[in-house]
Nanobody
């Protein structure tokens, strides 16, 4: 079984930064991807970024690629999402998930962390 626990969300002013963390435990394979997704209020969940568990390969949504960086600390089994120049439209619940970027199938999800960006 895999467990994912997000943290780091909160309230921030527009233009500010946040770093979200996703602590992972359990049976994770090197070819798994850890993805970050978000669900804005009243909208569908959308992909933000993904990284190969083994490290190196990263993917970003076009809407955020200039403002976010996904990274992994192998010693801590933690994946980070650094978000800069935040905008009110970044307000959402952010989830991390484990699965496959190419298939789009993510089988394990965290509980989510709220990010609110004030104007």
């Amino acid at each position: 079984q895999v467990q994912l626990v997000e943290s780091g969300g909160g309230l921030v002013q527009a233009g500010g930064s946040l770093r979200l963390s996703c602590a992972a435990s359990g049976r994770i394979f090197s070819n798994n991807d850890v993805g970050w997704f978000r669900q804005p209020p009243g909208k569908e969940r959308e992909f933000v970024a993904a990284i190969k568990w083994s490290g190196g390969s990263t993917r970003y949504a076009d809407s955020v690629k200039d403002r976010v960086t996904i990274s992994r600390d192998s010693a801590k089994n933690t994946v980070y999402l650094q978000m800069n120049s935040l905008k009110p439209e970044d307000t959402a619940v952010y989830y991390c998930a484990l699965g496959s970027y190419y298939s789009g199938n993510y089988n394990y999800w965290g509980q989510g962390t709220q990010v609110t960006v004030s104007s």
